[in-house]
């Protein structure tokens, strides 16, 4: 039976375990994975632009001996120029699996229900399991061990928010969430994850003073305050957001030797100073290069099973 990778929350522990022990051996070694895709296309489908995640897995099909397709929003145009259930048909005819980065959560989740192939999240507004993923696979080599860690996450209760919230939870990571009013991560979500946080002994809290949400924390994670899609807001946000800026003040209420991420791209000097994201204690370019080793893992996993 396929199996795709639409959220966090479809992961077990395990599973999560595991992909992260064949991104260190990928990561390791790279050349002893050149075949795994060999003959194999996987098509790209895009309605919202990229960096980290459109080259990220290109460069990674490739590395992987396979091919890769990429399908922009003017040339596929999801559900108006052709039914999605009719584009997931005809893909899984043609290729090995699909990577859709889209707006709404239900188009990919269309997509996944028609395709016979595995479909993997490049983002929807709702969730970025491949973010998450690669976030916390960044962390395992910053700390012997993530036990009793604590992530204060600082801005907007965005897709990337949602992510971290599944798998901390899954995995036992304290989460601290700091947004303004009427800008709080999907009630769902919170809701899906408490009895998840129990049984992992994670405490997720959410604030609205990033000053509380920082104090004792092991690593401070910013987001954009108007993601793709809600750029018309982007004015009236930087408004609201300010006081959640990651800045020197700020950090001062942290520990001293605070890790700090970013999922980006960045808007400096709005949601994080350069000061900051340039510091020594930033890992935001470990963060992505993570993307190209872990996105390895998933569609080996999904692929080969191996």
């Not at 795709?4 to 395990?14: T, V, Y």
């Not at 005809?90 to 709404?104: D, E, K």
């Not at 808007?267 to 370019?285: A, C, M, P, Y």
């Amino acid at each position: 039976m396929k199996k795709d990778f639409i959220s966090m929350k479809d992961l077990s522990i395990d599973e999560i375990n595991e992909l992260f022990e064949l991104t260190r051996k990928i990561k390791k070694n790279p050349l002893d994975f050149k075949s795994t895709l060999s003959n194999k296309s996987v098509v790209l489908i895009f309605e919202k632009p990229s960096n980290r995640t459109r080259v990220s897995f290109e460069v990674g099909i490739w590395q992987l001996g396979g091919q890769s397709i990429y399908l922009g929003q003017g040339e596929i145009n999801l559900g108006v120029r052709e039914a999605i259930k009719d584009v997931a048909k005809t893909l899984s005819r043609y290729c090995a699996a699909i990577v859709l980065r889209t707006f709404s959560h239900k188009i990919l989740q269309e997509m996944a229900e028609f395709a016979t192939i595995p479909v993997i999240n490049g983002l929807t507004d709702l969730s970025h399991p491949c973010q998450a993923l690669s976030d916390i696979y960044t962390l395992t080599e910053k700390f012997s061990s993530l036990d009793n860690k604590t992530i204060a996450y600082i801005g907007d209760g965005n897709n990337v928010c949602n992510s971290l919230i599944y798998i901390c939870a899954k995995m036992g990571i304290n989460l601290n969430i700091a947004t303004p009013k009427r800008f709080e991560p999907e009630n769902n979500v919170v809701a899906e994850t408490k009895n998840l946080s129990i049984i992992s002994k994670a405490n997720i809290q959410l604030f609205y003073s990033p000053q509380e949400a920082v104090k004792n924390v092991d690593v401070i994670y910013t987001d954009v305050w108007a993601s793709m899609g809600k750029e018309r807001e982007a004015a009236k946000r930087k408004k609201i957001f300010k006081n959640f800026q990651i800045n020197s003040q700020l950090l001062a209420g942290a520990s001293r030797n605070c890790l700090i991420m970013h999922c980006l791209p960045a808007h400096r000097g709005q949601e994080i100073t350069d000061e900051v994201l340039d510091s020594k204690n930033s890992i935001v370019f470990d963060q992505a290069e993570n993307r190209l080793h872990v996105q390895k893992a998933i569609l080996i996993k999904l692929l080969k099973g191996k």
